[in-house]
């Protein structure tokens, strides 16, 4: 995508970069404009995130279902949250072990 829109690669790559590490980086406002320092930088990222941010990260998922009563209700808030916040789905297996146990 890159070669045919430069704007919309860069703020597709932020997006993906705060989906999955919650890094706020803007295409006007990179750490480096050298893909191999970036590339560094979130491998480094990457090795911090031990149990106890991977438990953060999750406690998230799950309080973004507090307001829901239902099981079902509580599984599709932390469906919508995987969707908006890391741009994936709960696989249906997923979506049957959250009802059971949010």
């Known amino acids: 995508m890159l070669p045919q829109n430069p704007q919309g690669a860069l703020q597709q ?3 993906w970069v705060k989906s999955r590490y919650e890094l706020e980086w803007s295409p006007d406002a ?3 404009n050298n893909p191999v320092d970036l590339k560094n930088l979130l491998v480094n990222e990457a090795r911090t995130w ?3 941010k991977i438990a953060k990260r ?3 998922a799950v309080g973004a279902a507090s307001g829901a009563t239902t099981n079902e209700a509580k599984a599709d808030a932390i469906d919508r949250w995987f969707q908006e916040s890391c741009f994936t789905k709960l696989t249906e297996d997923e979506r049957k072990e959250a009802i059971k146990d949010p």
């Open 30 to 32: 990179l750490p480096s």
């Open 50 to 52: 031990d149990d106890a």
């Open 13 to 15: 790559f932020c997006a």
């Open 58 to 60: 999750a406690a998230k």
